[in-house]
């Protein structure tokens, strides 16, 4: 019986994946995919037997992965991030389960999300407490967005948002923003920062008010500071608190 690995590989480069990340997929004679991330790794592991599949196709990934293992390969099964941050960790396991296969070893294996790689390239937006919000409504119903949205808001959160645009969904940022603007200032201090660790990388800042009018795409993570966010020299900083 082989053994699965489930790979966050962080926002792409290599400098940016944890060395448990690279040990994982150095020791997999399988890597499947999204066909995206695979081409990242096709140049650093030729050698490797490689399985891609399109968007909306992660639940066939997982049962490859299972029907490799269960061929006595090892597979590292690679997401972008985290694997369990909106990653495919928790579909695997539940694949598993669906199947009922209780021999294969999963193993999840921490990478690095956007909301840090993002955060360090902006400055230190994530000093004080924090949440995560995607505005992708293809699994999770608007309405429920819209809650999470406020709740974060009256929480006084700094907020990092997933999937702001897409082409079918062009406007959601701009509806993401002028819902916390029922709420907050039009003032407070944002931040974005776009295709992390991958070529044509770029990050700014701006204010929520600026926010809706900025570029933004599935590959940009949005960062809408507290109460206590400020600008310093350019970067978006929320303070600890220190004294």
Same mark, same amino acid.
């Given at each position: ?5 489930? &790979? =966050?590989?962080? #926002? $792409? ?11 994982? !997929? ?19 592991? #030729? ?30 099964? %690679?997401?972008? $991030? ?11 396991? *539940? ?10 070893? +999963? *193993?999840? %294996? ?8 993002? =955060? ?24 429920? +967005? %819209? ?10 959160? &700094? !907020? ?21 603007? *029922? ?11 776009? @295709?992390? =660790?991958?070529?044509?990388? *770029? ?8 926010? #809706? ?8 993570? &949005?960062? !809408?500071?507290?109460? $206590?966010?400020? !600008? +310093?020299? =350019?970067?978006?900083?929320? #303070? @600890? $608190?220190?004294?």
């Amino acid at each position: 019986m082989g053994k699965i690995y489930v &790979v =966050g590989m962080g #926002p $792409g480069r290599e400098e940016g994946m944890t060395l448990e990340a690279m040990q994982a !997929i150095s020791g997999s004679d399988v890597l499947i995919g999204y066909t995206v991330y695979i081409d990242l790794l096709k140049e650093r592991y #030729p050698e490797k037997e490689m399985i891609t599949t399109g968007m909306k196709q992660e639940t066939e990934r997982c049962r490859m992965c299972l029907l490799q293992a269960r061929s006595g390969k090892t597979v590292s099964l %690679v997401c972008s $991030g985290d694997a369990g941050v909106y990653g495919m960790a928790s579909l695997m396991l *539940e694949v598993a389960e669906k199947e009922e296969d209780r021999e294969t070893e +999963i *193993e999840i %294996v921490a990478g690095v999300t956007a909301a840090l790689s993002g =955060g360090a390239l902006l400055g230190a937006p994530l000093g004080h407490d924090f949440c995560v919000v995607s505005l992708s409504d293809l699994l999770t119903p608007w309405e429920l +967005i %819209v809650r999470r949205l406020r709740a974060a808001a009256d929480g006084d959160y &700094v !907020i990092v948002i997933y999937n702001p645009c897409s082409r079918s969904r062009a406007d959601y940022l701009k509806k993401a923003c002028d819902i916390l603007l *029922e709420k907050l200032p039009s003032g407070r201090p944002c931040g974005l920062a776009k @295709r992390i =660790g991958r070529e044509g990388e *770029e990050s700014g800042v701006c204010t929520l008010a600026e926010l #809706p009018e900025k570029d933004a795409d599935m590959f940009t993570t &949005v960062f !809408i500071g507290n109460s $206590g966010s400020r !600008i +310093i020299n =350019g970067r978006l900083v929320t #303070p @600890r $608190g220190y004294r």
